[in-house]
Structure formats: C-alpha cells, structure tokens
C-alpha cells in the first residue's frame, strides 16, 4: 500500500501547460511529467465538471453514477425542473468510501456534488458550496473551526453563484483581472488547507480539486493563448496574472509534493480540457420555437446581449409556456434538450409511445439546422441519452445532447434570431484533459498503459489498486478509439530539458 | 436527538408521528442554526426563510441535508415542488417543517 496524492486542475488542458511548462513558468509539473507519465485523459462524453469528476471519483460513467450536470432534472412534478445536485444523486461509491470500507483515511477538498459529505474516516470539505452553508458542510464538523484558528480564510473558499452565473456569461475586460485574482486568493486558501491537513490529519488518501484553471480559461484563454505583442496594456496585465496564477498551482504542486510521504504516489488529473470557443453562439430555444416545439411564457424578454442563461438563481423552466412546449434547453451548461413528457394521452407534452420517433425527428432537424448568417451546420451530432450514458440511471439522462458546430454552450434564452455572435472571446470544454501521475505503484496501474485510451472511469481504479484497496482493474474501460498523449514534440521537449537542468530540477 | 424506549413499538420501530416530530425538531435545529450568524431573533414558524437570510441556493443545500438525516431519498425536493406554489424562500419555517413532518412520518418504518 502507498499513499495516493489525487490533484484536481479542473479544466486543465496541455494546449496551456505546455507553453508556460516551456516557458519556465511550472517547473514542479515539468519535473513531475519527467519522472513519471504524461497521458490525455479523455473526458466524459459531454466535457462537463460535475458529470466528469464524479466519473473520475467512481470509476463510472454517467449512466451509472448518476450526475449529467450541475443540475438533475425532475418530469415528476409535470413540467420538467430541476434542482442543484446533492450528493444524494451520485449513486455509485466513490473512491473515498470505498477507500474508507478497506480501512483507509482520507481527504477530500472541493470536489462537486460532495455535500452532504460522506460519513468517511477523515476530513472533507465539499466544492460549490455558499458561504452560508460552509461550515456545516465541514466533515468533522469542528475542522472548520480548526481552519480559521489556524489562519485560513474559510470565506474565500465558498462559492458565490451568483458571480459564478454572471461570469461565465463573460465579464468587461475591465473586470477580468479581478476575476483571476479571485481565484489566486482561493487557490492559497485550498492549498493552505491542503497541506496543513497533511501535516496535521495525514490521510492514506489525500484528494483536491483546485477549481480556479477552468474559470480563469473560460475568461482568459485567449490572453494566454496571444503574444504579448497582440495585446492591450491592460490584457497584458492580466495576461501577466493569469500566468502567475498557474506559477502558484505549480508552487502549490510543489508544497503538495513535500509534505506527501515519501513513499507516495502522486496522480495530477483534469477532468476536461479546454479550447477557444466559437464566434456564434445558438439559441436553442428559439431554434425550438420556430420548429413548432416550443412557446415562450408572456412577457418572455428577448435577449440582445449574447448571454447564454438567466442571471441569479430564477430558473429557466419558467421562461416556457409549458402546455404549448414539447421540448426546451434547460441549462447551458448540458448542450441538452429535454422532451416534455406527456402526463397523460392528450395533454402536453410527448407520449412514451411517440417518444423514439419525436427525438428522431429532433435530432435529424438540429443536424439539417444552419446558422442563417453564415450558412454553417449549428450541430455536428447528437447524442441520444439512454445509448450514450448507458447504465442503471440512463433514463435520468438529457433526451438530446448537442455537440454544437461552433464549440461552446448553448443558450437558453429567447434570442433575437436562432444564432448570434458571441459578445466576446471565451473558453469553452475540450475532451482531452490531463494526466500526470508519479510514483512507486503507477507502472503496474492501467494508468501507465501506453497501448490504449485513458478516460475519466480509469482514475478510481488506479487509485484504490495503488492503496490496496481494490486488486488490479483487468477489464479495460470502454475503448474510445482515440490516441493517446500527445507528447512535446522534439524541439520541444530538448528546450524543456534544458530549461529544467538550468533551473535545477534535471541533472 | 434520541428517541425514548417508549416511543419504540415491540418490533423496536419508531412511529410515523416520532419521526414527524423529529423531523420538525430537526428543521427548525437546521434553520436556527444556519441563520444564527445573520440574524440573532428567535425562529418562529411563521417567519420566511428568505427573510432569516437563506438565499435560494443555501436553502437548496438545506433541503439536501434534511434529505439525509431524514432518510428521505429526494422525496423532500419533489414534494415541494409539486405542492408549493411559491419559490423557496418564501416558504415559512412551519410549512417546511411540515412538509418535512408529513413525508418522513410516511417513511417506511425503520427499525
């Protein structure tokens, strides 16, 4: 048995690392890729935290866990709905409760749908949760407490959603630099905790997710992604600080190192990668309308500013006329349409038996659907939910999910025209995350297999094997036909060789 | 809290009314004690939970946390779905505490 180190860098992507690796900005991480392996780690099959981190921490597919998304949606109540998930909706056993029956400790910090925390040996704080609710959400409960004695600023751990909501909207330039410092400050909270917990409440499993990569990409990946030259004065400035954010991580990677054991192993993962979104954005809804699928409840105001969802904590589902709605986008964050199920023969809504022909019929029209301003498809493929998040909880699955043409989220709001151009640049979700992973134990995990495809479901076996609480996976998670890492290439690999030796970490 | 031995029928299950009454107990332990630090009035059921500072999202993490302790699966969020007509933060802390009472005296009886 070895301890295990599970570093989360949600939405971490090489496309970005590898530059600043280059550029010298993470030796830790250029050292730790050096001495152990460098993999893609294929995501879900929709790029999405909570589906995808919850299929790292379980080793399952969504279909088997049970989360699609930020939210779960409910048909019992007529109108479909939704709700933020619970931990109550991920309904296969994380690794953190299996490590916990095999009698192992553990730690778990900012992982989603986390709260209500699991009853496990050791220490939790679980991920999106509001200030008001932070200190409950602590297993055990005096750990808050402990925290703020030692120093720690529990307040700039919590989530402020209704920032999150309008910052994933896009922020003015102006605002930017704020947004990267918020996450700066965050970062130094959770590694603080991090490590003090190591010292003070070393687990046999240690286990964080640092959130702030994902929200500084979606704001900033074209600043880091620019010459400087290509640049304002003030988008040098925060391109300046978006570097020195992933100088911290890499700081926070090397403190991490040293207060692990020895003899511990240490896997680096991300639960999907990152890529520049498209000029267009869709709006689904309004697509629906024209289709005939869908009515706008009274008074349904028409969006002009390219946003993708309500801001606050109204929910989308009361934008709808519902009795004239077959099918609506709920959330952004899923690309899914969801089928208004019919309570009864007649009434609103599609019957079970008219079902298969109606998301049929969907998909073939999405797919024929073009941008009317640039002639292009607006979705490349749709994915039906029961075939594409097979398992014991597919029928909880989105109906339709896009894989849009421009990539991006879709809109849910009523838009001026079924297409518009985006408001500014922005990030979005690749598939292709990361997977740095060192130490005694990893050459004889499925982590260390060249020959096949690493996804997301592959982590949580590795894991437990590597704590000897779970014998060595030998079904291979299903095969996604895809290569795997895409290593440096040659020149660029030999810069950062040299670049290492000259700063020490190489002999 | 603890349950008194007789409260416990012969079978050693708790009636559906101890659980109700847990289960208000509980909610208003919960409501007391996540808006303690915004507002030191007492909690009365006739006061709205948006009004002791329980935004929507931390009222969703309440209801998540009632769920659990009261072994309610998701009954608790559906059911205020479909019987309250309003948003959640203007739901009263007796009407949530009753809510919660009358599902969890439902609950199949646990031993």
């Keep these: ?507 | 809290m603890h349950t008194q031995p007789d409260q416990i029928g012969p079978d050693g299950v708790e009636s559906g009314e101890v659980r109700s009454a847990r289960a208000r107990r509980l909610v208003l332990r919960l409501v007391t004690e996540i808006s303690q630090d915004r507002d030191t009035r007492p909690v009365t059921g006739d006061r709205r939970l948006g009004d002791l500072g329980l935004e929507s999202i931390s009222l969703v993490y309440l209801i998540a946390e009632l769920q659990q302790e009261l072994a309610l699966g998701d009954r608790l969020v559906r059911d205020l779905r479909i019987r309250s007509s309003v948003e959640l933060p203007m739901l009263t802390v007796g009407e949530l505490a009753e809510r919660a009472a009358a599902l969890s005296g439902r609950m199949e009886a646990r031993s």
């Excluded at chain 1, 200190?135 to 407490?145: F, K, V, W």
């Design chain 1, 1 to 507: 048995m070895n301890p295990v180190v599970l570093i989360g860098l949600d939405g971490a992507t090489y496309d970005v690392l590898d530059p600043l690796i280059t550029d010298g900005a993470m030796p830790c991480l250029a050292n730790l890729i050096f001495s152990g392996q460098r993999r893609t780690l294929a995501s879900t099959s929709h790029p999405l935290s909570p589906p995808a981190w919850a299929s790292i921490i379980t080793g399952r597919e969504p279909g088997e866990h049970g989360i699609f998304d930020f939210v779960r949606v409910d048909h019992s109540s007529g109108n479909p709905a939704y709700t933020l998930i619970s931990s109550a909706d991920l309904r296969a056993p994380s690794i953190f409760e299996q490590a916990d029956r095999s009698g192992f400790t553990v730690t778990a910090l900012n992982f989603p749908a986390m709260f209500p925390p699991p009853d496990v040996r050791g220490s939790v704080i679980p991920g999106y949760v509001p200030a008001s609710y932070l200190a409950r959400a602590c297993r055990p409960r005096q750990l808050h407490s402990e925290l703020v004695a030692a120093g720690v600023q529990m307040n700039r751990l919590a989530v402020d959603w209704e920032l999150e909501r309008t910052a994933v909207q896009g922020l003015p330039s102006d605002e930017l630099l704020r947004w990267v410092e918020l996450h700066i400050e965050r970062e130094a909270e959770w590694a603080e905790i991090t490590v003090q917990l190591m010292r003070n409440r070393p687990a046999d499993l240690t286990a964080v997710v640092f959130d702030g990569v994902d929200r500084i990409q979606h704001l900033c990946l074209h600043l880091l992604r620019a010459g400087s030259g290509d640049l304002t004065p003030a988008e040098r400035r925060t391109r300046a600080r978006c570097v020195d954010y992933f100088r911290l991580v890499d700081r926070i990677l090397a403190r991490i190192s040293a207060a692990a054991a020895d003899d511990s192993t240490m896997i680096i993962v991300s639960d999907h990668g990152a890529r520049q979104a498209g000029s267009r954005i869709f709006y689904a809804n309004t697509w629906l309308e024209r289709q005939g699928l869908l009515r706008w409840a009274d008074e349904t105001p028409v969006d002009r500013a390219s946003r993708l969802a309500l801001n606050g904590n109204s929910e989308s589902g009361t934008l709808f006329d519902w009795s004239h709605t077959s099918a609506a986008a709920l959330t952004s964050s899923s690309n899914a349409i969801i089928v208004h199920r019919a309570d009864a023969p007649g009434g609103p809504g599609v019957t079970p038996e008219e079902y298969p022909q109606f998301c049929r019929r969907l998909a073939d029209e999405l797919l024929a659907a073009r941008d009317p301003e640039t002639g292009e498809p607006i979705v490349d493929r749709v994915l039906f939910g029961p075939e594409t998040f097979p398992g014991r909880y597919a029928g909880e699955a989105p109906d339709l999910t896009l894989v849009l043409h421009q990539p991006g989220f879709l809109s849910v709001l009523r838009g001026p025209a079924i297409t518009a151009a985006r408001s500014g640049p922005y990030g979005t979700h690749h598939p292709d995350g990361i997977l740095v992973a060192t130490g005694p134990g990893i050459a004889d995990t499925v982590l260390a297999d060249d020959g096949r495809s690493l996804s997301v479901t592959d982590v949580a076996p590795a894991v437990l094997q590597l704590l000897g609480a779970a014998e060595p996976a030998t079904v291979p998670a299903a095969a996604r036909g895809r290569t795997s890492a895409p290593a440096f290439d040659a020149d660029g690999q030999a810069e950062i060789i040299e670049r290492l030796r000259r700063l020490g970490y190489l002999d």
